[in-house]
């Protein structure tokens, strides 16, 4: 028996080989919301007539037909999705089968959508425990915009127009994908173009950077950490501050060697049973990738710094500089030595990074300093002297 409330709902399409044939849906999708709606228009028949006062009783018409599609806040996910994903890019896709792990690559590049249609069913409970299936026959994508937040899961919102939409098509029966694993933040990265290093030079840095993937993550959560105790060190003792942040830096600049020098010792077989066969070009990218990321683990202690020191505005002067040389070291290194250059260049944006964030924290404290200077404190134990008749 079906829920009566909106948890017993459920989405799914499947694509139509003709403009106006149904399809029973075949993937389905866990969205946030989504909807299936009929919308008509009609028009009456008013001419004059005599002997009537009215209109006529056979006079309105319905025009046209047709329907709208919404999908909200739906999470994207390595798993059937390879479908939805071609009704918004278009084209032709050609699945090519991996080795290290065992998946399917899909590459969807943006063309036209021309004979791109889909049935789409929303399948509507009641409050008595029935179901109703409403579903849009000739669905077209007509915009989508995919999103995904600092922390947050890449989701895509969706909206598209229907040819019609019946109800009176059976509820399909919806099944998910076990295992389904979201796209997030932590793989997100930023590609510079075609033309400058390539498809194949950005998959070897994303597959060398997934081998510092964990160090990134300490680093982040040891700063989200260290920030309310820089705060509560900036307040009681401010001249402890710039000994806690060297300290935190040294740390994580030696967890980043020490995970840096495990990964240059990596034999090849370990490596392609992690990374399959995109080890052997990863590997050629470890130096400058190791250097990024001890330098990384060195710009965590100034930032937490100025985090403590609420300096806003030399934060956001350093990530300007930061972005500015990263992107200009990266172009320039891509086209100049490829995949090898790319890293480097970011590289070098991560070594200049230290020097910015440390130079802005140096001023910040320095600006604390002048605006209310510290008073060393002492306690003096007054000499006392007790004299006095003997009892």
């Not at 989504?34 to 009537?52: C, E, P, Q, Y």
């Not at 409970?125 to 922390?151: D, H, M």
């Not at 993937?213 to 705060?231: D, K, M, T, Y």
């Not at 020191?309 to 972005?323: D, E, N, P, Y």
């Amino acid at each position: 028996m079906a829920i009566g409330s909106g948890l017993g709902s459920q989405f799914g399409i499947a694509a139509q080989s003709a403009y106006q044939t149904y399809q029973a849906p075949t993937r389905f999708y866990e969205v946030g919301k989504s909807s299936v709606k009929k919308s008509k228009n009609t028009a009456d028949w008013t001419g004059l007539a005599a002997g009537r006062l009215g209109k006529r009783v056979d006079g309105r018409a319905q025009t046209y037909q047709a329907g709208a599609l919404t999908i909200e806040d739906l999470v994207v996910s390595d798993r059937d999705m390879g479908l939805l994903l071609n009704q918004i890019f278009g084209g032709t896709v050609t699945p090519v089968a991996q080795t290290a792990p065992t998946a399917l690559l899909q590459t969807h590049t943006l063309v036209d959508t021309a004979g791109k249609i889909f049935t789409a069913q929303q399948g509507n409970p009641l409050t008595g425990g029935s179901v109703i299936a409403q579903s849009g026959i000739g669905a077209k994508v007509t915009s989508a915009e995919f999103s995904c937040g600092v922390g947050d899961l890449l989701t895509v919102n969706i909206d598209g127009d229907i040819r019609n939409v019946v109800e009176t098509q059976a509820l399909a029966a919806a099944s998910f994908a076990t295992a389904r694993k979201p796209f997030h933040f932590a793989q997100m990265g930023v590609k510079l173009g075609t033309t400058v290093a390539g498809v194949a030079a950005v998959g070897s840095i994303r597959a060398a950077q997934t081998l510092v993937g964990p160090v990134s993550l300490v680093f982040l959560g040891v700063s989200f950490g260290a920030v309310p105790e820089g705060v509560r060190i900036a307040a009681r003792s401010p001249g402890r501050l710039p000994r806690f942040v060297s300290t935190l830096s040294l740390c994580l600049a030696g967890v980043s060697l020490i995970w840096g020098a495990l990964l240059l010792a990596i034999p090849d077989g370990v490596g392609e049973a992690i990374l399959g066969d995109s080890w052997r070009s990863a590997r050629n990218l470890m130096v400058p990738i190791v250097v990024a990321v001890i330098a990384e683990g060195l710009n965590v202690g100034p930032w937490v710094g100025l985090r403590a020191l609420a300096a806003a505005g030399r934060s956001l002067r350093g990530r300007t500089i930061i972005a500015a040389v990263t992107m200009v070291a990266g172009a320039a290194g891509s086209a100049s030595m490829g995949a090898w250059g790319a890293a480097a260049g970011f590289a070098t944006g991560s070594v200049v990074a230290t020097g910015v964030w440390t130079w802005q924290f140096l001023a910040a404290n320095a600006a604390r300093d002048r605006a209310s200077p510290r008073r060393d404190v002492r306690a003096v134990q007054p000499d006392v002297t007790i004299s006095g008749a003997a009892d």
